[in-house]
């Protein structure tokens, strides 16, 4: 008999998922009763699926492929609807009409309750959750590897109950308690729903679950990731259970009835930004750190409070609020001159730098808020030969400055002005932050002020090694407090090539450009 064109093999045994089952479970569990080696070859036998892995959480994305599973299952389309999610740009998913981040999810390292598996026979919808490591009924930690092998337990294994390497029943192995506070947190995001944060003042904000997901992400960054601007797509679901764990510790200790106060978590937030530290402003880390944070969509109010010192940090108020609804009209360019009580090679110098802009009508003037980010800059922004001097840490003149391809005056329209402005050093304090090797002990190397201070010339050492560093041309070197440049330490091979006599006079044409955003 000739069978349909949209026939799909059954199961000699069905089984209807069970409330609150994982789908990924359920799969294994529909697998191993009708004799399938596991998920994929379940999947592979009806033509549905066809990932490496035998389970991805794309697959909730395919309302066909759910439906052809349901009817595979029980015969019945619609069994599975309830598990059904909608993919959205950039890698999210709205699943029970929640925002989740994709890199909340295990598509592929699954995590278990011993004694859930005892009690219930299948593996909870939560536990594909990476925030949540722990159960809340048995007050234990999810285990993610088998205890008897070491070996991770993942969605390709045979068995729901067993480990795919060793065969040892999960069922059979110990909890290791946990405090109820980090069961609260493992709840919290388990139940999918909004969260309660308290801001820098304590005001109590109602959170939505995915950003509370990117603060539990934030706390997951190495310090370089934060301090370089990196935020990865992918972190959370690749941290083996027990560092999941550690940041959902990190979350309890600022939970109360409740409601978590985000200004606990600032002791995590700003030692990460030491190397940017070294930018003689005050402001700079906690800028820095809100900058990250907002780029992960955090509102400003949780990013300050997790970033920001005691106090808050001061607003940035608009043209508007600082002249209280009456900011003055400037039409002209000695007007805006007056204003700022500059001169013209300045003014020219913020155009060219794209801080302020000429105006399209001059009935209407200039910007007033652009005009203030130009005061704010010429007063926050820059900094003097001393400050540079140290965060470069050798002995710098003006010499040197003028004829640096590192380190260039931020106004070439008035070559009397030698101030170089911060954001231009935050480029290279970050770069060479994605770049270092944390653990790159001072005893393993050679201090590049040491280095330097052989030469005739210091800063042409310290200028070289920090643009190859830069470029990532320089082998694992190490970087200590107070992360000025001086404190690099370089292995003893690499240092070798600075030790060499080209480096007893300036050589300009060596030291190549590392060049600021325009």
């Not at 939505?208 to 935020?231: H, Q, T, Y």
């Not at 009508?361 to 203030?372: P, R």
Request: aromatic share 8%.
């Amino acid at each position: 008999m000739d069978l349909p064109s949209n026939w799909i093999p059954g199961c000699y045994r069905n089984l209807p998922i069970v409330t609150g089952e994982s789908l990924p479970g359920y799969l294994l569990r529909l697998a191993e009763a009708n004799g399938y080696a596991g998920i994929q070859p379940l999947l592979r036998a009806t033509g549905l699926w066809t990932s490496k892995n035998g389970y991805s959480f794309k697959l909730r994305a395919r309302p066909e492929l759910l439906a052809a599973i349901g009817r595979m299952a029980i015969g019945d389309p619609h069994h599975l609807d309830s598990l059904g999610a909608k993919e959205l740009k950039g890698q999210t998913y709205l699943f029970h009409n929640v925002l989740v981040d994709g890199d909340a999810l295990l598509p592929e390292r699954t995590q278990v309750c011993p004694q859930c598996l005892v009690k219930d026979g299948f593996v909870k919808e939560e536990l594909e959750l990476g925030p949540v490591t722990a159960c809340s009924r048995h007050h234990s930690r999810l285990i993610d590897a088998c205890p008897a092998c070491g070996y991770p337990l993942r969605w390709t294994r045979t068995s729901l109950m067993h480990c795919g390497k060793c065969g040892t029943d999960l069922r059979l192995l110990p909890g290791e308690p946990v405090d109820p506070e980090i069961c609260e947190v493992a709840e919290d995001f388990a139940a999918l729903a909004p969260f309660r944060a308290a801001g820098h003042n304590g005001e109590v904000l109602t959170v939505e679950w995915d950003i509370m997901f990117r603060i539990f992400k934030a706390l997951a960054l190495p310090g370089s990731a934060i301090a370089a601007d990196k935020w990865p797509k992918k972190l959370v679901q690749l941290l083996p259970a027990h560092e999941r764990h550690a940041i959902a510790e990190q979350l309890a200790r600022v939970r109360r009835n409740g409601t978590y106060f985000l200004a606990g978590l600032r002791w995590n937030a700003l030692p990460a930004l030491a190397p940017l530290t070294a930018v003689p402003r005050s402001h700079v880390p906690e800028r820095c750190a809100m900058h990250v944070l907002t780029e992960a969509w955090l509102p400003d109010e949780l990013a300050e409070a997790i970033c920001s010192p005691e106090r808050p940090l001061p607003p940035e108020l608009s043209g508007a609020e600082v002249f209280h609804g009456r900011p003055p009209t400037l039409r002209t360019q000695e007007e805006v001159l007056a204003f700022l009580a500059t001169d013209m090679g300045t003014f020219d110098g913020l155009l060219a730098r794209e801080i302020l802009t000429l105006p399209t009508d001059e009935d209407f003037g200039y910007d007033i808020d652009e005009v203030l980010a130009a005061q704010t800059f010429l007063y926050k922004g820059l900094l003097t030969l001393p400050e540079l001097s140290s965060i470069v840490g050798v002995p710098l003149d003006w010499d040197d400055l003028t004829h640096s391809t590192l380190i260039r005056p931020w106004n070439p329209r008035n070559p009397a002005d030698l101030r170089v402005a911060v954001d231009d050093l935050l480029i290279i304090q970050k770069r060479l932050t994605e770049n270092w090797t944390p653990g790159f002990e001072a005893d393993q190397g050679v201090r590049l002020g040491d280095l330097a201070g052989m030469a005739v010339r210091p800063f042409q050492v310290v200028s070289d090694v920090v643009v190859r560093a830069c470029r990532g041309e320089v082998g694992d070197f190490g970087w200590m407090s107070p992360f000025d440049w001086a404190s690099i330490v370089l292995s003893e091979h690499d240092a070798e090539e600075w030790r060499s006599p080209r480096f007893s006079t300036p050589s300009p044409s060596k030291t190549a450009a590392l060049q600021p955003p325009a």
